[in-house]
């Protein structure tokens, strides 16, 4: 069977250490869909890692990895970062698959991004400019080059010709960009890719669970940001949700067991779009210091606010979440009043449901106040020794949802997981 991992939230919700933490109970980790615009941040022997495409089963030596047919690969990142992981004494190329048909990042792609963000204006959508949007709308429009491909002899003269639809493209929109040293890049890197074990990935996948093999299924970014059920237009190019992993790796629904959802003990988003229980004060401020909350890939610095119930609660819906993993409540330590949203006031009335547009309406969230714990957890090893307020706190978010908290993370380091809260 497969189990999921995937966020809760608009991404960035500290999905990498609970799936390095889950992986030695798996025999596969595969990742179902994005780009590297997604960062999944590591501590391997108290040293930080990025991984960006990478599953993050990685450092685990039992473990397989698959980068599945629903992500877009860009090959310039995961030479980079295979070289990042080399550095930690792991052989990669052990353990690491590719699906055939996984699309490729072009130069070109990366330009179109560019070019599409900068004539937005104001009404920019805050993409990471990695060229992840062009190439979905490539396999969408059925011109993307994949992995497989790259077996083809072909290869090139399919490469210039999809290049010379890209160029027309970037003519239009009058953008000028000399790309020479991304193409140098880029070919370096394909060829460093044909070391790699291209497979059937949805056979690949499917004989492992034939076996009896324990497969995650990791996702990248939010449910928030979801192509088709996310805070639409500021959202990613894929289906970050657990619908996702089906046609991501090639296996049928009734294949998919527990679906773990991932959620910060408050919310954050990076770049634009609707934020509800955004705090844009000290709080607000406080909160990204205490978290250290800037983007993993960008740097970018966090929008920050109160947890979000309404979105929390739709997001288990459409994922069918079995638990949930809280992360970073520690960071919650010092605050002396907390809140959760648990309804919206859109346009007068109250309503429990996401509005269709979420930035084309008035939302007023509608908070319920908890006295903070004002407590060092960072230590803590069991449930049982949280403090009161934070069992409140937990408890109540457990009955709101219907879904149970079922680990708390307590700090970055791999030990620091509560698990099965089974009190909570």
């Known amino acids: 069977m497969v189990d999921v991992i995937l966020g ?21 980790i595969a990742r179902f869909q994005g780009g590297p615009n997604a960062g999944h941040t590591l501590y391997v022997n108290d040293k930080k890692i990025v991984l960006h495409q990478i599953p993050s089963g990685i450092f685990h030596e039992k473990t397989m990895n698959l980068i599945g047919n629903g ?21 990669y190329r052990k353990n690491l698959y590719i699906s055939q048909r996984t699309h490729l990042i072009l130069p070109t792609h990366r330009a179109l991004d560019k070019a599409s963000e900068m004539s937005k204006g104001q009404e920019k959508i805050g993409s990471t400019l990695k060229g992840i949007g062009p190439a979905y709308m490539d396999k969408t429009g059925r011109n993307g080059l994949r992995v497989g491909d790259l077996l083809d002899k072909s290869f090139t003269t399919q490469y210039i010709k999809l290049r010379l639809k890209h160029q027309k493209l970037l003519d239009s929109l009058n953008f000028h960009e000399d790309i020479s040293e991304w193409e140098e890049e880029f070919f370096e890197a394909l060829e460093f890719m044909r070391q790699f074990k291209i497979v059937n ?3 690949f996948v499917n004989d492992r669970i034939a076996e009896g093999k324990k497969v995650l299924a990791e996702g990248a970014q939010g449910s928030m940001l979801d192509v088709d059920f996310g805070t639409f237009p500021f959202v990613t190019s894929s289906n970050t ?19 773990i959802g991932v959620s910060k003990a408050y919310c954050t988003r990076v770049g634009s779009g609707p934020f509800p229980t955004e705090l844009e004060d000290a709080t607000g401020e406080e909160l990204r210091r205490v978290g250290n909350e800037f983007g993993a890939t960008t740097g970018r610095p966090r929008r920050c606010g109160w947890i979000d119930g309404v979105a929390l609660k739709f997001a288990c819906m459409i994922n069918g979440v079995t638990k949930i993993v809280m992360t970073k409540a520690d960071v919650l330590d010092t605050f002396g009043e907390l809140k959760i949203c648990t309804a919206y006031k859109v346009n007068g009335e109250t309503t429990n449901e996401i509005p269709f547009q979420m930035n084309k309406v008035k939302i007023e969230p509608q908070l319920q106040s908890f006295e903070g714990w004002k407590t060092d957890i960072t230590a803590l090893k069991k449930y049982d020794q949280l403090p009161g307020k934070m069992c409140e706190y937990v408890q109540f978010i457990n009955k709101y949802l219907g879904v149970r908290i079922a680990y708390i993370s307590n700090g970055p380091g791999r030990d620091q997981l509560i698990e099965n809260l089974d009190k909570g």
């Open 201 to 203: 990935g949805e056979y």
């Open 71 to 91: 992500v877009v690969l860009d090959p310039v990142t995961l030479k980079r970062e295979c070289e990042s992981v080399a550095s930690f004494g792991v052989d």
């Open 241 to 259: 949700i657990s619908a996702g992993v089906c046609t991501g790796l090639g296996v049928a629904p009734q294949k998919i067991r527990d679906v």
């Open 8 to 28: 809760l939230q608009w991404g960035d919700e500290g999905k990498g250490k609970i799936v390095d933490y889950f992986a030695p109970r798996y025999d596969l």
